[in-house]
């Protein structure tokens, strides 16, 4: 019988490889959309991880979902700091050197 820890090792690394191939094949031009986008799943996610860490009983499923919490709270917090920078290219009206 295929043990949980194979299975959720087998979901992991097809995710990543999922995600890298459709990321990859984004135009440039949709990367600020689907940025600010991807920061509203990346909260979903953080919270999932909150709920499987408080549902943890062994110290291994505590440590896993630990590394899952502050993972999920770095992306988060990255992608917003990302998408702020990307909007203040955007933004009219401010003196830019040189100008």
């Known amino acids: 019988m295929i043990s949980i820890l194979y299975i959720s090792i087998y979901i992991a690394l097809l995710a990543a ?8 094949r984004v135009p440039v031009i949709l990367h600020t959309p689907l940025m600010s986008g ?18 943890a009983t062994t110290p291994l499923e505590q440590a896993i979902g630990f590394i899952a919490v502050v993972m999920g709270a770095l992306n988060v917090t990255g992608g917003y700091a990302v998408t702020e920078r990307i909007l203040q290219m955007f933004e009219k009206g401010k003196s830019r050197k040189g100008n």
């Open 38 to 55: 991807s920061n509203f799943i990346h909260g979903i996610v953080l919270v999932g991880g909150m709920i499987e860490l408080g549902l």
């Open 17 to 24: 490889f999922t995600g890298y191939e459709v990321i990859t």
